[in-house]
């Protein structure tokens, strides 16, 4: 039994965010949040490990990590709370993360895919940086560590995407010529496209996921994190991010408000029949056409499977 929620009461405009539930113990509770240095993924586990579960964070930069760890256990009191690296933009980096993982950790509970990136560039094996990092990573992940989520049931897998995946779409006749979800050199409109076509990914890939996970006693989500002023353009041109910053400050959602519908999916008892959906405000919600299409969700994960040598 973990928790039981409220937060679809809550005001979630502004920074005065009750916790949605205080007194439930994590003990024994063994949980992974990638890109958990900051942000969002940072206030997840600071809620976790007040909580107080295992909370490992899987992140790229060490220095930033390590900062988070001290910060997360001197405000939780927890020690439990430790850094493992992680690259997501680096596949043989996701296998190095799980073999030290399997071999340290006797259990999972919950996987928080929870690290995003909007920009340009390349991952080490030549993927457009968006979906290299915000889907293939994360479903090199999850599945490396399925079965140790499966020994540890009843446990999830929480996957955070976001709103704008209902303007995103698929073209695999791209993908599979130059690895990238857009063509053409980058520039602001296309790394937003990018970035919107690989949270239609996450969508996709927690449906045909629930799929495959049917009678295992694991289930996942992924959902909307409301429009939080996190780190992640920070890989836009400066021009841009001085663009957004004042609108930033004043109309989006701080990282702990960000959270909240995360630790929803994470910490709400009696969701496992919703496996597969996907959740916004701490709440159900629809998605778009493309991303109720089972067809396409098979085809991206039989690509995924293949991109990444599964």
């Known amino acids: 039994m973990w928790c039981v929620n409220s937060c679809s009461n809550h005001n979630l405009t502004t920074s005065n965010i009750f916790s949605l539930c205080v007194c439930f113990s994590f003990c024994n509770i063994t949980l992974v949040c990638a890109g958990s240095n900051t942000g969002i993924?940072?206030?997840?586990?600071?809620?976790?490990?007040?909580?107080?579960?295992?909370?490992?964070?899987a992140c790229r930069s060490r220095e930033r990590a390590e900062a988070a760890v001290y910060d997360i256990r001197?405000?939780?009191?927890?020690?439990?709370?430790?850094?493992?690296?992680?690259?997501?933009?680096?596949?043989?980096?996701?296998?190095?993360?799980?073999?030290?993982?399997?071999?340290?950790?006797?259990?999972?509970?919950?996987?928080?895919?929870?690290?995003g990136i909007v920009g340009p560039g390349r991952t080490q094996e030549g993927f457009g940086m968006e979906f290299g990092v915000n889907h293939l990573g994360h479903f090199l992940l999850t599945l490396l560590l399925l079965e140790r989520l499966k020994q540890s049931a009843p446990s999830r897998v929480v996957t955070v995407s976001s709103l704008v995946h209902l303007l995103g779409h698929i073209d695999f006749k791209l993908l599979e010529s130059t690895k990238d979800l857009v063509q053409g050199?980058?520039?602001?409109?296309?790394?937003?496209?990018?970035?919107?076509?690989?949270?239609?990914?996450?969508?996709?890939?927690?449906?045909?996921?629930?799929?495959?996970?049917?009678?295992t006693n694991v289930s996942c989500f992924c959902l909307h994190p409301g429009v939080v002023q996190t780190e992640l353009g920070r890989?836009?041109?400066?021009?841009?991010?001085?663009?957004?910053?004042?609108?930033?400050?004043?109309?989006?959602?701080?990282?702990?408000?960000g959270a909240q519908t995360t630790l929803h999916c994470v910490l709400k008892e009696g969701l496992e029949p919703l496996s597969g959906r996907y959740f916004s405000r701490c709440a159900v919600a629809q998605v778009s056409a493309k991303g109720r299409d089972d067809a396409l969700a098979k085809k991206l994960w039989e690509l995924s499977e293949r991109l990444t040598g599964i």
């Not at 993924?41 to 964070?57: M, N, P, Q, S």
């Not at 890989?235 to 408000?257: C, R, T, W, Y």
């Open 74 to 115: 001197r405000e939780s009191g927890n020690n439990q709370v430790l850094f493992m690296p992680l690259d997501l933009s680096s596949l043989q980096s996701v296998r190095d993360f799980v073999e030290t993982f399997l071999k340290t950790e006797p259990r999972l509970d919950f996987l928080i895919n929870n690290a």
């Open 235 to 257: 890989n836009m041109s400066l021009i841009h991010q001085l663009l957004v910053l004042p609108i930033a400050k004043l109309f989006f959602l701080d990282p702990e408000g």
């Open 185 to 215: 050199d980058r520039n602001t409109l296309k790394n937003l496209q990018a970035y919107a076509h690989s949270k239609l990914c996450n969508v996709l890939f927690t449906r045909e996921l629930a799929n495959q996970l049917e009678g």
């Open 41 to 57: 993924g940072k206030a997840t586990a600071l809620d976790l490990a007040k909580r107080g579960a295992r909370v490992i964070l």
